[in-house]
């Protein structure tokens, strides 16, 4: 069974840095390309960044230069490094990794408010 796991979502002040986790078992994690995206209230589910299985990256225009993706196919996760957050990166982040197959996880909320 696919699980993707989210982890390290929280409030944060905005300017502040947070650090997201996405933990991969039961797929060849080293295969699949991962993202992140988002959904705001209201809003439809965007991309945010994408780093291939052969370590290409690119990302939503808006989070370029404050957001970095990463990945350890050792241990299977994929992270997302978020810098200068402003209000309007507030979403439930969600991990995703895709190949064959789609898989997401359940998603983890970022609130950046004062």
């Known amino acids: 069974q696919v699980q993707l796991v989210e982890s390290g979502g929280g409030l944060v002040q905005p300017g502040g840095s947070l650090r997201l986790s996405c933990a991969a078992s039961g797929l060849i994690f080293s295969m699949y390309h991962t993202d992140w995206h988002r959904q705001a209230p209201g809003k439809q589910r965007e991309f945010v960044a994408r780093i291939t299985s052969d370590s290409n990256i690119n990302y939503k225009d808006s989070v370029k230069g404050r957001f970095t993706i990463s990945r350890d196919n050792a241990k299977n996760t994929v992270s997302l490094q978020m810098n200068s957050l402003k209000p309007e990166d507030t979403a439930v982040y969600y991990c995703?990794?895709?190949?064959?197959?789609?898989?997401w996880g359940q998603g983890t909320q970022v609130t950046v408010s004062s």
């Open positions: 995703r990794a895709w190949h064959s197959r789609d898989y």
